[in-house]
């Protein structure tokens, strides 16, 4: 009897120290260190930034832990100032910026993917430039952005430099990324643009503009950046990453999620998820538009391993300041947050 009480002892002892072992496995994400984040972006109604309303509108921050406040800016220069000067803790912008940024001895990272491709066109007017033959045409003009020192400025002065036009040739005016970008192309203040959609896509349907360069799909961006270019993202402070782990890979976690949810999402989802305002008011308009960039939205959240050394080609081709040899793509993005939130969610 004594030698079948110890036999149950140690087996009950056993199976308690088996699920000792196995108990951290089953454990919930650790807490964010940081639960309520400030985000700046640069004109959230535009698709670039789709997957940021998704996760937002469909409860993914708060699912994680997180209570995200969101400031919307004109453009991403300013949503990166925001950054900059510390009244935000993370910004959805353009990858591009981590390598302005280190150029400057200023280092942020990105830790998740939101756009494959920039999703960015330029068109003239066809009223102020009807006889245009080409980018040289547009010396001296005013060309519209969402803000300076944003993509969409960015896109503007690659097309431009390649026809051996200066950014000092032109003048760039901040149009934002909504109505007033288009409000301000009807009433001819600019000569061209360059911007995201669903604008773009408006414009042109109603003969506002010529498309001249296109990055909405992939094969454009490949076209135009001659490889694979990263769009919009999660960028931060390395530091701030450091600090708080836990905090980004809830961001990313719920980030990854939204991005699943697209891949299946039809227009009526979208229309149903979306903020009223953002369809400008053409249910319709917005679904083209909405077509037109859908393959450029990223997948699962990992940046394409050739991405950066796309995006450090194409700023060096027209910055001074952005010297390839001094850049450690590196130390501008980590994937590991996104391959973890990819696990997570079978993205």
């Not at 708060?62 to 004109?74: P, Q, R, T």
């Not at 430039?129 to 010396?139: E, H, I, M, Q, T």
């Not at 990263?230 to 976690?253: E, M, S, V």
Request: include cysteine.
């Amino acid at each position: 009897m004594t030698t079948d009480l110890s036999r149950r002892t140690f087996t009950a002892g056993a199976a308690l120290a088996a699920a000792a072992v196995a108990a951290p496995a089953l454990r919930a994400q650790p807490r964010p260190e940081k639960t309520r984040i400030s985000l700046a972006v640069g004109g959230k109604a535009a698709f670039y930034y789709l997957p940021l309303t998704i996760s937002e509108q469909l409860g993914y921050f708060k699912a994680e832990g997180l209570d995200v406040e969101i400031s919307d800016f004109a453009g991403g220069a300013k949503a990166l100032q925001a950054l900059m000067g510390g009244s935000a803790d993370i910004v959805n912008g353009a990858y591009e910026h981590t390598i302005n940024m280190q150029a400057r001895n200023q280092f942020i990272q990105e830790f998740v993917l939101m756009g494959r491709a920039p999703q960015i066109s330029m068109g003239v007017s066809p009223k102020a430039l009807p006889n245009y033959r080409g980018p040289a045409d547009l010396k001296g003009k005013k060309i519209g952005v969402s803000a300076p020192g944003s993509s969409t400025n960015m896109v503007a002065n690659l097309v431009l430099s390649r026809a051996g036009v200066k950014a000092s040739d032109v003048s760039f005016v901040g149009v934002g990324t909504s109505s007033g970008a288009i409000a301000a192309m009807r009433a001819g203040q600019i000569d061209a643009i360059s911007n995201t959609d669903p604008i773009m896509t408006m414009l042109e349907q109603k003969g506002d503009v010529k498309i001249i360069s296109d990055t909405r799909t992939l094969k454009g961006a490949q076209d135009v950046f001659g490889g694979t270019m990263p769009a919009a993202c999660l960028y931060t402070r390395a530091d701030f990453i450091k600090a708080n782990p836990n905090t980004c890979q809830a961001l990313a976690n719920a980030v990854v999620r939204g991005l699943k949810w697209l891949q299946t999402a039809g227009p009526s989802d979208i229309i149903k998820t979306v903020p009223e305002t953002y369809l400008l008011g053409d249910r319709a308009l917005y679904l083209a538009s909405f077509n037109k960039i859908r393959e450029a939205i990223a997948l699962d959240g990992l940046l394409p391993e050739d991405g950066p050394k796309t995006a450090l080609r194409a700023l060096a081709s027209f910055e001074p300041e952005v010297q390839p040899q001094k850049i450690d793509l590196a130390r501008t993005y980590t994937n590991d947050f996104a391959r973890r939130a990819k696990d997570k969610y079978k993205a």
